[in-house]
């Protein structure tokens, strides 16, 4: 996201305010915003103290609340119990876990539009078999993606000292 971000004010009221369109907005139009690609920054209209972190959390708790299900429970109890005392490692795990998940999904998405264009992929294969052959050939291209996923997400692991 190398945009400028869209700057949303709060008040006292708790009202969001989106600048850029001089419109107030819902936690839920923020969360589309930023399903849209779109960056924010959420400041407090009084002190113009950043409230973006906060917000983002407010919105995956008003996900979790409307049964989402986006965190496990036990995950909740480990992040509280622990706290700061794993918050670096948890970050970085976080983030390059996720690097991780979107390049294999990008990945994936590029591989099924060549497959699907008929492009096929940029690998060389062997000419398919009759009938099964297809059917054998997806399940060999998953293997491989699995196989790829896996490795990055062996190469993203932070090493023991």
């Known amino acids: 996201m190398a945009t400028t971000p869209i700057l949303i004010k709060r008040y006292e009221n708790r009202k969001l305010y989106d600048t850029s369109r001089s419109v107030y907005v819902t936690l839920d139009e923020i969360t589309g915003m930023i399903r849209e690609g779109k960056e924010i920054k959420v400041v407090d209209a009084k002190t113009n103290e950043d409230l973006t972190k906060n917000t983002l959390a407010l919105i995956?708790?008003?996900q979790e609340r409307d049964k989402k299900n986006l965190l496990p429970l036990s995950f909740m109890y480990q992040l509280i119990?622990?706290?700061e005392a794993v918050q670096g490692t948890f970050q970085d795990y976080l983030s390059t876990g996720f690097d991780a998940f979107l390049t294999s999904q990008r990945d994936a998405q590029k591989r099924m539009r060549e497959w699907v264009e008929g492009a096929g992929p940029k690998q060389p294969r062997p000419a398919p078999e009759p009938a099964a052959s297809s059917n054998d050939?997806?399940?060999?291209?998953?293997?491989?993606?699995k196989r790829k996923v896996a490795e990055m997400e062996n190469r993203r692991k932070p090493r023991k000292k």
Do not use: A, D, V
Request: hydrophobic share 35%.
């Open 60 to 62: 995956i708790l008003e």
């Open 81 to 83: 119990k622990y706290g």
């Open 137 to 145: 050939s997806l399940r060999s291209e998953l293997e491989e993606l």
